[in-house]
């Protein structure tokens, strides 16, 4: 139990990686996102509120068909991504961090946003009268003030993307060694004859990874509502 | 000099006012709640933008509707303290009072940070993080902040207002301070007469939107015709006073004033200091013989002025003993002694009624 097979290391890095970049990726997407929605009014509020959480509502093959319809080879994107840049992102661990990215934007945006919401306007405007600029209002007061927020958004798509199948199986498949995650690897013993050890110690090993995820996040989040409150 | 023509419809509300408020001294700007205080000094500040206006500071203009100039409140170099302090919560004292230092405009004076500090006595504080602060010590710092953007003019909007009583007698030798320490121009909205009278010099009385007065502390106080703005409860003259000397025995201080000597329950205060004090009506009766052997210390003789009777059982009445001084009187009394203008009286003033509350420096 202690060694691990190769097999399960593979999974294992290849998890966090594809995890790791869809937060890379969400994050300034997601903060940008969410200040809108906290912040602006606008004509068409409701349907682009509408399209950034279809991701949380629809099943996660749907999500998969449309990423593979747009960013296919032969998608209008992935067209493009092909020919100029030659980028493929079918049956690549890029693709896998793009369907997680996809799959967790909604739950980044709205822990962001409710951190965002939470802000008394009130300070910033009297930032305004001490002189303070948009930017710098931006970076001195919303930024240090919704961190609990931006932390919780972090751990929660972190684990949406260790734990993402369906879309990313649909989108890039299941290639050892380029999209074999953890939930995949798990989905491939169980389809094996005689696969439910091996499946049994990856599902031990997504519990611990997801355990102290879920730990680090509590310890962050708490010490920085510390530092907010003194 | 500040200068400021507005007009703007708000939902409840539309504000029509003109007025321009002097350098180096305090004005209030003083009405009921609901009356448009805070969304003037919003629309001064720059926080909200008005339909139409004009707005001047020091010969620069802010605001021009017509010529479509508006700077944005970051650049109007206006401090601002609102009722509540609005400290930002992730930084220490020391680091909130810095927040708009970086922002100073050279051309105009420097207001030191150790200087600051002294004064509004924060150096115990500055590392604490402002959910440590209680009311009061929180609006000095958010004072203090504001002080060290050296702004051209300081709007504080009701500050004491969120305040308990006790932390509001700690507070207002403070901002009673500012004008002798930092020369700033103050712009102080309170719907509270006593607050008013305490700390400014001018005020500009305003209700539903519009400017029904504007004047002097004093010249505004002794109006009969604005009592029912002022406050009729807490209505009555502000005279101008200087300190003459303190009974040590008797625990009384003596004012010179135009119209003589007035002793007042007050604790010491420096001789030749010039101070202002609110008489309030109630607090005088009237008699029209010299009265003697009784408990009053203050007894002042003079003529009527002014009568304000078409207010139901209580007549106010004005009396010149050197300057005006107001007397609310019950109607009976009023019939009985009849009453009227230029008939001599002495006005008579309980040396109690009168404490440091009432006396503005």
Known sequence: ?????????????????VAFYSVLFTLPLGLLTAWILARKKFYGYTLFNGIVHLPLVLPPVVVGFFLLTLLGRNGPIGNILKNTFDITLVFSWQGAAIASAVMSFPLMVRAIKISI???????????RTLGASSIKIFYSITLPLIFPGIISGVLLSFARSLGEFGATITFVSNIPGETNTLPLSIYSFIQTPE?????????????????????????LTSKAKKSLEG | MLKVALK?????????????????CITALFGKSGSGKTSI???????????????EIDNNVTLDAKNNIFIPPHKRNIGYIFQDSRLFPHLNVLSNLKYGMNSINTKHPIIQLDKVINTLELGNLLNRKPSKLSGGEKQRVAIARSLLTCPRILLMDEPLASIDSQMRAEILPFIEGLQNEFKITVLYVSHSIEEVIRLADKMILISEGKKEAQGSVEQIMSRLDLYPLTGRFDAGAVISAKVEGF?????????????????????????????????????VSLSLKSPSKNSILNIFKGNIIEINSNSGPQVEIKVDIGVPIIARITRKSFEEMHLSIGTTVYAM???VAINRRNIGV
């Open chain 1, 195 to 219: 696969g439910e050890a091996n499946a049994l110690r990856l599902v031990i090993l997504s519990i611990i990874i997801a355990m102290a995820a879920l730990i680090t996040s509590e310890y």
């Open chain 1, 117 to 127: 919401e939470g802000i008394d306007l009130k300070l910033e405007y009297a930032a």
């Open chain 1, 1 to 17: 139990m202690l060694s691990l097979t190769n097999l399960e290391i593979e999974a294992i890095e290849l998890s966090i990686k």
């Open chain 2, 247 to 283: 009974d040590k025995q008797f625990e009384l201080l003596s004012l010179s004033f135009e119209g003589g000597t007035l002793l007042v329950n007050a604790s010491n205060l420096p001789i030749g200091k010039h101070v202002r004090t609110h008489i309030r009506a109630r607090d």
């Open chain 2, 8 to 24: 703007h419809v708000f939902p409840s509300l539309s504000i029509d006012i003109q007025f321009e408020v002097e350098k180096n």
């Open chain 2, 41 to 55: 000094l919003n629309i001064i500040s720059g926080l909200v933008k008005p339909d139409y206006g004009y707005i």
């Open chain 2, 349 to 351: 003033i309980k040396a």
